[in-house]
């Protein structure tokens, strides 16, 4: 069994892959075709994953819920971060991704009366510079207008932040949630690329 970090090393090396090969792509193919194809192996693996598991399905009231949040997360993060990863390079896209969690944490304290002591803070004050500074957005207009990527990018890093504040309170197995959510935005996906 892997051990934990294993893990975090293993998930943070497939995601610097996942976005130099979104990066090559984007050089052929346009950002909606990507996305779908991007999203149709793992529509496939997670729901070959429910069958094979057989988890528990939620109540029928719950799937409405559950489908919507699936265009916060992955459905409008991934379409507005395809189209950001088209206007800037690999390395801002990951960059500007690192923001996620301060956003999580600032909307956290907003919506849900989570503490956050001065220290904390402070360093989401820092980081959140760090992120203005790389996004370019802090730039001249001219400056800004070059860098419509980072707020693309930025876009869908808001959109999964909010997804995680709101998918907080759902009581169901997360591999049936994921795999409703990942084939919402993958069919959407496919709207769009028609």
């Known amino acids: 069994m892997l051990s ?28 909606v ?3 779908v194809f991007q999203l149709a192996p793992s529509v496939v693996a997670l729901w070959l994953a429910v069958v094979f598991s057989r988890p528990e399905f939620p109540p029928a009231r ?3 819920s559950i489908g919507l949040l699936g265009f916060l997360n992955p459905g409008w993060a991934y379409t507005f971060s ?6 800037t390079s690999a390395s801002v896209t990951t960059l500007l991704w690192a923001f996620e969690p301060i956003l999580i944490l600032g909307l956290a304290w907003a919506f849900l009366r989570e503490r956050i002591d001065r220290q904390l803070v402070g360093l989401v004050i820092l980081a959140t510079c760090g992120v ?4 370019g957005l802090t730039s001249g207009a001219s400056a800004a207008m070059l860098n419509a990527g980072s707020g693309l990018i930025l876009a869908g ?6 997804y995680t504040i709101l ?9 049936f949630t994921v795999a409703v959510q990942q084939r919402g935005a993958w069919l959407d996906a496919c709207d769009l690329a028609i």
């Open 4 to 31: 934990s970090r294993a893990a975090i090393v293993g998930a943070c090396l497939c995601w610097a892959l996942g976005t130099i090969l979104s990066k090559t792509l984007l050089s052929s193919f346009p950002p």
């Open 33 to 35: 075709t990507v996305l």
């Open 62 to 64: 719950m799937l409405l």
């Open 82 to 87: 395809m189209f950001g990863l088209a206007e």
């Open 132 to 135: 203005l500074l790389v996004s």
């Open 157 to 162: 890093v808001l959109c999964c932040a909010i």
């Open 167 to 175: 998918a907080r309170n759902i009581i169901a197995d997360p591999l």
